[in-house]
């Protein structure tokens, strides 16, 4: 028996082979649509892409859902036959409501999984930052330390890393109420992309960093952001992308040629984010290693 299971969000973005590499378990927030529920994993990326602006001008978008108490509650009682210990880790409650469900599911099998510790952190974050805290967890669960030492770790992780989102229409943001500090650049009528930030730091909310006219600028000045933040060290990357490959590639070949980079994952979005961020979004996340 393992010493701690680890578990997240699918907002993580993480493909479920990652997750099957280190041994994560991934749950599944949800989406409305068309009258009926369901996990994001089991609704089609591609569609999902293209229907989504004719949902914006119809004026008819979907909802998103939390992972559900019933969820938790299952994976506590599956991981409870596999480890000691369970640590899940959350995306930033100012995003979602699955941090809740997931302490009211562990009150819940409090008595029935006395054996069995469990944790629950908001990470302050979303998508590749969350990933990236998740896979570090998981490395240190691997290893075989302790929960406390795996928490330790997470910890350290949710202090260190960093998360920019390349946003070119703030409407998603805006009506999902995920916007935040950076709402009135939300009404600006000016075109250009809108770098965001979002950590433990901002209060697991979205806080502006800049806007640029073009291309070249937004990708000097996020990479202005790197170098200040990360201060010459080795990089653990994820780019998160909504259906445009070409840029999250792109990306990821300018980043391993002016910095030095252990790991760079591409993923793409799933439906809850897109939902919230649109069609085109670039997410850029990182933390440094001496």
Known sequence: MNKVAIMTDTTTNMPQEIADKYNIKLVAAGIIMDGRAYPETEINLAD???????WKEAGNMPTSTAVPVRVFLEAYRQLSQKAEAILYI?????????????????????????????EVIDCGTVCGAEMLIALEAARAAAAGKSLSEVVEVTHN????????????????????GRIHRARPWAASKITNTVLLTVSAATGGEHKPLARCRTKGQTLETLFDVVRQRSGGKKLYVAIDHANVPAEAEELKQKVLSQFEC??????????????HTGVGTRIFSWWGED
Request: positive net charge.
């Open 262 to 275: 252990v790991e760079a994952f591409i993923n793409q979005i799933r439906p809850v984010v897109t939902l």
């Open 90 to 118: 959350s995306q930033s409650v100012k995003f979602s409501l699955s941090l809740n469900a997931a302490v009211q599911a562990k009150a819940m099998v409090q008595d029935e999984l006395a054996q069995t510790a469990i």
């Open 157 to 176: 992780m949710v202090k260190n890393i960093n998360y920019i989102l390349l946003s070119d229409d703030l409407y998603y943001l805006a009506k999902g």
């Open 48 to 54: 999902f892409y293209e229907r989504l602006p004719k």
